[in-house]
Every structure is written in structure tokens, then in C-alpha cells.
């Protein structure tokens, strides 16, 4: 079983950043892939970002956060980082921690990949 908790979600002005935690238990996340999911009120769930841990830390994001998000992995500390950079009101979601165990059709933007998630935590962007 893998437990994940999300931290560091806050009320932050446009333009501002932010860096959401997910500490992992259970299992180490350099053997799982790690997805960040956003859902804004009213909205479906939808992909952020991930990092693969089987394949050394292969990076993906969506289109509309690249360049200002980044995904990152500290294996130490059992954690994944979202930090967030040059925040718009339409970032404004509950954001979850997902991990998927491992499998060879692992693509990473589907939720139905990932087997476990945390509790979200919300991310509120003032204009």
C-alpha cells in the first residue's frame, strides 16, 4: 500500500509561485511514476505533469502549464515536487498526488493509470 500526502497549497496572488509536496510512504517513488491532476470546480480531473521513476525520471507536462511548471523527484526524502511558477487565475484547482505502479503501458496523462492518490490540497490564484 502507498500512502501519499500533498502540501503546500495556499491563496497566492496572479503571478505568484507556489511548490506543492507529495511525500510518499510504502514504497520509494523512484520505482513508481508520479503524476500531479488538477480539478477546478465544475470541471473533470485533468493531467499536470509526471515523472516516471523506472526509467531514471522522465519528465512530462501539459501543454497548458510547460514552461511555467516543473515536476521534480527527491528520492531521500521519498518526495515529488510540483513548483509552480507565474500562476493564472485559471490554475486555481485541488491538485492531487498520483502514483501508478509499475506496468509497460504506462503513458502518464490517463488518472486510470495511476493505482493510489492523496487527498489533494487546494491551490487558490487571486487576480
Known amino acids: 500500500q502507498v500512502r501519499l500526502v500533498e502540501s503546500g497549497g495556499g491563496l497566492v496572488q496572479a503571478g505568484g509561485s507556489l511548490r506543492l509536496s507529495c511525500a510518499a510512504s510504502?514504497?520509494?517513488?523512484?520505482?513508481?511514476?508520479m503524476g500531479w491532476f488538477r480539478q477546478a470546480p465544475g470541471k473533470e480531473r485533468e493531467f499536470v505533469a509526471a515523472?516516471?521513476?523506472?526509467?531514471?525520471?522522465?519528465?512530462y507536462h501539459a501543454d497548458s502549464v510547460k514552461g511555467r511548471f516543473t515536476i521534480s523527484r527527491d528520492n531521500a526524502q521519498n518526495t515529488v515536487y510540483l513548483q509552480m511558477n507565474s500562476l493564472k487565475p485559471e490554475d486555481t484547482a485541488v491538485y492531487y498526488c498520483?502514483?501508478?505502479?509499475?506496468?509497460?503501458?504506462?503513458?502518464?496523462?490517463?488518472?486510470?493509470?495511476?493505482?493510489?492518490w492523496g487527498q489533494g490540497t487546494q491551490v487558490t490564484v487571486s487576480s
Open positions: 498520483a502514483a501508478a505502479l509499475p506496468h509497460p503501458q504506462y503513458e502518464g496523462s490517463d488518472e486510470k493509470e495511476y493505482d493510489y
Open positions: 510504502g514504497r520509494t517513488v523512484s520505482s513508481l511514476a
Open positions: 515523472t516516471i521513476g523506472w526509467t531514471g525520471g522522465t519528465t
